[in-house]
């Protein structure tokens, strides 16, 4: 765990790479799971369609909690 919370603040060390992990985040969080299911509907059947989802929300949610706890 102590490697990839290094790694996570060297990536964010100016307000251009905060801003930029912040978007990405809220993209993950919030257009992730609703515009998903509509881009890979095709690709996945629906119940793994969902966990695709999931996983997209956490890892979105897993970013921004990184982000907060660096303030």
Known sequence: M???RD???RMTS??????FWMLVSA???F???????Y???HLFRFPFLQLVCVILFIIGLYLFLQL???K
């Open 31 to 37: 257009a992730g799971p609703t515009y998903a299911i």
């Open 2 to 4: 102590l490697k990839n």
């Open 14 to 19: 100016g307000r251009l790479g905060k801003a």
């Open 27 to 29: 993209v993950l969080m």
């Open 68 to 70: 907060y706890d660096e």
């Open 39 to 41: 881009a890979l509907r």
């Open 7 to 9: 790694f996570f603040k």
